[in-house]
């Protein structure tokens, strides 16, 4: 089921993660990214403009279009397309190891989360009150940046649904998208 | 009843806390947390306890802590390594070791979720509707 889900979603986003697929167990699931080319021999022959006549004759495959897609259209209808300078600020709330992060960014090799709330990082922040070493890391990547570690499927968006975090995103970056938070962290 | 999952998240039995050595019951548990935290970021339904964090050295510090307090976190099975007595779930891919004795469900309207395997979804806990 995974596979078809993917399949369909990649009509559009080549190599775009989502963040829902259907249904599955707890055997450690992998997210996949595929090419419809990879899947459908000549696709990729067929002109872009072809494919997407195609794909919009599947009027029902519309409504699998990835919400890393729809994160990145929102982006684009916001700041536009022109500027590639706009900061999006993004938050990391630790609760024990805040110095940790101060001094060497992201080390532990693996995902990294961040959120566009600042108060849903500051819950994290706060998770066992005032500790030792606790904070709050505001990031800024440029718009153009995290529209193209979406698309490249470096970034994963899940949408909060929660009405204590209104309009809130969580952003998991995989490990080449750690490090180039890691990048941005050793410029501050 | 089911969780609702957001970053990284620690999931723990309720079962299991019992065998603890000291935060053996809820009510010591959530002392352990600032109450604000409580309903947002910690968690329970009938048979399971939910803590998160935004990165995996903060999960590490409470795995060491439930270690501590006696729990087992994983097992080798076939020279495989299992999450055991407690396990860590992604929130968008899941549990990050294979995990017996939990479900993880991806919804799209829900978002993601976990609940006891063999046991009814029910009530979806932490998940607040607009």
């Known amino acids: 089921m995974a596979f078809i889900g993917w ?3 990649g009509i559009f986003l080549n190599n775009i993660k989502t963040a829902y697929a259907p249904t ?5 699931p992998v997210i996949e990214s595929r090419d419809f080319g990879d899947i459908v021999p000549g696709w990729n022959k067929i002109p ?17 279009v990835s919400f890393g897609k729809k994160v990145v259209n929102e982006i684009v209808n916001k700041f536009g ?7 999006i600020k993004m938050y990391h709330g630790s609760a024990n190891q805040f110095s940790e992060i101060l001094e060497n960014g992201f080390q532990k090799a693996g995902s990294l989360w961040l959120t566009d709330s600042a108060a849903a990082a500051n819950a994290y922040q706060y998770k066992f009150g005032l500790t030792d070493n606790f ?8 718009k153009k940046l995290l529209v ?8 994963v968006v899940k ?15 995989d490990d080449y998208g750690r490090k180039v938070i890691n990048s941005i962290l050793k410029k501050d | 009843m089911a969780i609702i999952m957001h970053f990284y998240n620690l999931i723990i039995p309720i079962e299991n806390l019992q065998k603890c050595k000291e935060f053996n019951n809820l009510e010591k548990i959530f002392s352990r947390y600032n109450p604000k935290a409580m309903g947002v970021i910690v968690l329970h339904d009938e048979y399971l306890f939910k803590d998160g964090a935004m990165n995996y050295l903060d999960i590490e510090d409470e795995i060491k802590f439930w270690e501590e307090q006696g729990l087992k976190p994983t ?5 495989k390594k299992y999450w055991d007595e407690l396990c860590v779930v992604d929130a968008i891919n899941g549990p990050t070791l294979p995990c017996e004795w939990l479900e993880f469900v991806c919804d799209k309207k829900v978002g993601t979720y976990v609940y006891l395997k063999g046991k009814p979804i029910g009530k979806i806990v932490g998940r607040n509707k607009f």
């Open chain 2, 75 to 79: 097992k080798i099975i076939d020279g």
């Open chain 1, 159 to 173: 949408e909060v649904l929660d009405a204590r975090f209104p309009f809130a995103k969580e952003y998991e970056f």
């Open chain 1, 48 to 64: 872009k403009l072809d494919r997407l006549g195609i794909g919009l004759m599947f009027g029902g495959i519309t409504n699998k």
């Open chain 1, 148 to 155: 193209n570690l979406i698309n490249a499927g470096h970034v």
């Open chain 1, 135 to 142: 904070g709050v890391k505001m990031i800024e990547l440029s």
């Open chain 1, 7 to 9: 399949t369909l979603s």
């Open chain 1, 81 to 87: 397309t022109g500027s590639s300078r706009h900061l």
């Open chain 1, 24 to 28: 599955y167990n707890s055997t450690a």
